[in-house]
């Protein structure tokens, strides 16, 4: 670990000073009225029920904060950042503003041409690879950690798995900040292995690994997921012993049914006295994500015409929350209120299916009654929610300032 002096985890007590900064670029008073009215606005014949959790959950307020606090401490010091923050561009865009540098990827991690033993590095939300962490420590600079709770959770698990001699089977997206992190933590121990999964899909072609009934052996498996899995992972050697985790950020039933699934084919294949010795799992989706996604599913029991889902793109959280939106109503994920456009009456949002920006029109419809669902992904700010809440109500020419 690095020393005190360059290692930083709690902030530099700066709480007070930083809020009405923070309060002025995320705060929206729309927001704060549909608190006020019990999560519901109806204004003329539109009514918009928002979900008892959303936005800004702790770990996302503790990492902006943080890095707020960093540049007051170091109004003089060069401060980079691994990466974004959070995902959520308006976020970032503010820290740029603030001149700190953003560190872009490279093949073993992020490339830290020019950071010098004195200059500040934030490490995001997502936390960073064991890679990244030794060689900023290395290299002698200051280093704000900045890595939610709930994901150094799962790094524990990681670790105890790879401790123990079991491969860890870690349900999320092998390319995303926080699974690589996480990956990495198994390089702690020689022999560590893992091997990454996208989906209930992914999942069973484990399963039939296990059952020796996957097509194409291990070659062929291997040849699939090279891309997924630690370099020296075999097949025939680390799915004997497998420990479950996740990516804090996936759709938490999910989650639990691959961790199941993967038990009970170990169970079917080797007996249950093996299963009990041989194969762990532990829900490792953290409390916020859960959150949004109960709150949702709560909102979702309610007769809706239309979802509307506020969140980054690249969110996870967000499209989790989307995802589980679409299987009951009509949703649209958008970026921010710049993708709906009240004047011609059409949205650009996220396609489900291919994760392209695709627009429609005539989203909303022009007369009548209506009620609007509204959720925001764990990174999305306030401001943005209130944003997207007005071009809504000017789509049916309701006028925001009319609200009372």
């Known amino acids: 670990m690095a020393s005190e002096s360059t290692y930083v985890r709690k902030g530099f007590g700066l709480k007070a000073e930083v809020q009405g900064t923070l309060t002025a670029d995320y705060d929206g008073k729309l927001v704060d009225l549909l608190l006020a009215r019990e999560y519901t606005l109806a204004a003329g014949d539109v009514t918009i029920r928002l979900a008892k959790e959303f936005g800004f959950c702790y770990g996302v307020e503790r990492a902006v904060e943080y890095a707020y606090q960093t540049r007051l401490k170091f109004p003089d010091k060069k401060i980079y950042l691994a990466g974004e923050i959070i995902h959520n561009p308006h976020v970032n865009a503010k820290l740029k503003e603030m001149g700190i540098v953003f560190l872009k990827p490279s093949d073993k991690g992020f490339d830290y041409t020019g950071v010098q033993p004195g200059d500040v590095v934030i ?3 997502f936390g960073v690879t064991i890679h990244d962490f030794e060689t900023l420590r290395e290299i002698g600079c200051v280093m704000v950690d900045t890595t939610c709770g709930s994901v150094l959770n ?5 670790d105890a798995y790879a401790r123990d001699g079991f491969t860890s089977l870690i349900h999320g997206k092998y390319y995303h900040e926080e699974t690589r992190a996480t990956a990495s933590q198994v390089e702690k121990y020689a022999g560590g292995t893992y091997i990454v999964v996208r989906n209930m899909a992914e999942a069973e072609d484990v399963m039939a690994y296990i059952a020796g009934t996957f ?3 291990r070659e062929g498996f291997l040849q699939k997921y090279a891309h997924a899995a630690s370099p020296s992972f075999d097949p025939d050697v680390h799915l004997k012993r497998i420990g479950v985790a996740n ?4 759709l938490a039933r999910e989650s639990l049914a691959i961790g199941e699934a993967v038990g009970q084919a170990m169970e079917r294949v080797h007996g249950a006295a093996y299963r009990a010795e041989n194969f762990r799992t532990f829900d490792t989706i953290c409390s916020a994500t859960q959150d949004r996604q109960d ?3 709560a909102l979702l029991t309610e007769p809706l015409d239309v ?5 980054g793109y690249n969110s996870s959280n967000t499209i989790s929350l989307a995802a589980l939106c679409a299987e009951k109503v009509r949703t649209y994920h958008v970026e921010d209120a710049n993708c709906i456009d009240p004047v011609q009456g059409t949205i650009r949002h996220r396609d489900l299916a291919s994760g392209k920006e695709v627009s429609a029109s005539g989203w909303l419809p022009p007369t009548g009654p209506l009620r609007v669902g509204l959720t925001a992904g764990a990174s999305t700010p306030n401001n943005k929610i209130g944003e997207a809440v007005t071009r ?5 020419g309701v ?3 009319s609200i009372a």
């Open 123 to 125: 490490l995001p939300a």
């Open 154 to 158: 799962v790094w524990k698990r990681v």
């Open 215 to 217: 097509p194409g052996g």
């Open 247 to 250: 990516q804090t950020t996936m």
């Open 295 to 297: 709150a949702v599913n």
């Open 307 to 311: 979802m509307l889902v506020i969140g």
């Open 392 to 396: 809504v109500l000017q789509t049916r």
């Open 399 to 401: 006028d925001p300032a």
